[in-house]
């Protein structure tokens, strides 16, 4: 069974930085891809960052250069580094495990993060 808990969010004014990390229970932590995704009030949840267990990122273009996302293998951790945020990207954002080997997904319960103008 694996759990994923998301920290870090919060309120932050536009230019801020925020650090959210995501910790994973489970023995497949490791051989997964790990992704954060983000929902804004009336959107759809979208991609913000992928990372293979090799390392591989991904991002969304509208987070490039200022997001980066990171994970830790020996302690479960997922993080991803937000800098230079905008009031866009107000959102909950969530946590996500995916298994390739047989289609298994985790979602954690979402952290709030909220950017001031």
Not at 31 to 43: D, E, L, N
Not at 50 to 79: C, E, M, P, Q
Request: net charge positive; glycine share 12%; proline share 3%.
């Amino acid at each position: 069974q694996v759990q994923l808990v998301e920290s870090g969010g919060g309120l932050v004014q536009a230019g801020g930085s925020l650090r959210l990390s995501c910790a994973a229970s489970g023995r497949i932590f490791s051989i997964s891809v790990m992704g954060w995704y983000r929902q804004a009030p009336g959107k759809q949840r979208e991609l913000v960052a992928s990372i293979t267990r090799g390392g591989s990122t991904n991002y969304a273009d509208s987070v490039k250069g200022r997001f980066t996302i990171s994970r830790d293998n020996t302690r479960n951790l997922l993080h991803l580094q937000m800098n230079s945020l905008k009031p866009e990207d107000t959102a909950v954002y969530y946590c996500n495990l995916y298994y390739p080997l047989n289609a298994f997904n985790a979602w954690g319960q979402g952290t709030l993060v909220t950017v001031s103008s």
